[in-house]
């Protein structure tokens, strides 16, 4: 069974600062995203990662991918409140149908 | 376009009933999903479909059925509702597997089984 884990699950951060969020994968995978979520309500996708030295970038979000190290990073730039939110990475299994396998999420809150 | 939607948003059950939380696009998906999603646990996939008349189990299928009679409805049913299957579920929908295949997700019922 393919495991998808985030860290860390919680980050508290100042608006200004830099961060990243990690997201390891245990088997080789086809696909991975990025989504978030606001609270109560749906996933709204990012960024679509579909090979090994992908990088996506919009706004003060950019997503890279290493299919060798199993390891995709979300890296936040002068963090603003507005993105303030639950990302979560999600990694497509299409060997086994149409299976997505979600991590755990992070719960960022930017701080003013 | 409508994306996906779901129906009921909201649903208090007691232990024992039965309902079918439904699902529906308008992107002429051939690819649907259920998920539920649990504090702490991320999203977990229920069932899913690779087209009308297909479905198959994902990584928490018990005590949910499915059926995929048409491309558009993929409605989730629930036998006898325990109080383990409070959660938020959300239907999600995909062209096909090619390419970027992205997916796009309902906005989810909240369910509480008492």
Not at chain 1, 32 to 53: A, T
Not at chain 2, 80 to 107: I, K, M
Request: hydrophobic share 35%; aromatic share 10%.
């Amino acid at each position: 069974e393919l495991k998808v884990e985030q860290n860390p699950l919680f980050l508290s951060m100042q608006e200004g600062k830099n961060y990243t969020i990690y997201c390891n994968y245990s088997t080789t995978s086809d696909r991975l995203y990025w989504y978030r979520q606001d609270p109560g309500k749906s996933l709204e996708s990012l960024f679509v990662l579909l090979s090994n030295g992908a990088v996506k970038q919009e706004g003060r979000l950019m997503a890279s991918l290493d299919t060798k190290a199993r390891l995709s990073t979300l890296h936040i730039t002068a963090a603003v409140h507005d993105l303030s939110a639950t990302y979560f990475c999600a990694v497509d299994m299409t060997n086994t149908g149409n299976q997505f396998y979600f991590g755990t999420g992070t719960s960022l809150t930017v701080i003013p | 376009n409508a994306g996906v939607t779901q129906t009921p948003k909201f649903q208090v059950l007691k232990t024992g009933q039965s309902m079918t939380l439904q699902c529906a696009q308008d992107m002429n998906h051939e690819y649907m999903s259920w998920y539920r999603q649990d504090p702490g646990m991320g999203l977990r996939l229920i069932h899913y479909s690779v087209g009308a008349g297909i479905t198959d189990q994902g990584e928490v299928p018990n005590g949910y059925n499915v059926s995929r009679s048409t491309t558009e409805d993929f409605p989730l049913r629930l036998l006898s509702a325990a109080p383990s299957q409070t959660s938020v579920y959300f239907c999600a929908s995909r062209l096909g597997l090619a390419g970027a295949s992205e997916q796009f997700f309902g906005p989810g019922t909240r369910l509480t089984v008492l």
